[in-house]
């Protein structure tokens, strides 16, 4: 399963924490990460990925035009050119959605997430309709593993 996790690109430690435990916890499930593929949220799931057991890959769809712009722990950076465009990308290319903290860009996410169907679990993060509220990464990965019927990688 692809898993897009979005989320701020300027955040605090805990912010910072959370993240990195949510990409832990979808590579040591054996799923893919899914990302904006720069700094903040984006960064710290890919490094959680990266860094778990069992190290995951991680795609960054990236809104300029350079693929070196990604952060170090992207596996798959993909370079768009369409600056925020890129962000009905990031949320389509999930099969599932993990939202964390954000603002304007994340809740574009989101609302991209629900015009393309997605489950979306939430640590944290705007209070919609769309989102379903967990408290912990391992509770957003059970959501999401149970809505999308796949405990696999895809």
Known sequence: MRVSVIGGSSIDERAESTAEAVGREIADRGHTVVCGGL????????????????PGETIGILPG????AANPFVTTPIATGIGHAR??????NGDAIVALDGG????SEIGMGAVYDRPIAGIGTH???WVEAVETPVAAVDLLEKAVGNSRKA
């Open 127 to 129: 209070e919609v309709a």
């Open 39 to 54: 700094g903040g949220t984006m960064e710290a799931v890919c490094r959680g990925a990266r860094t778990a057991d069992d």
């Open 104 to 107: 304007p860009g994340t809740l």
């Open 87 to 92: 962000n009905a990308l990031v949320a389509m």
């Open 65 to 68: 035009d350079r693929r070196d």
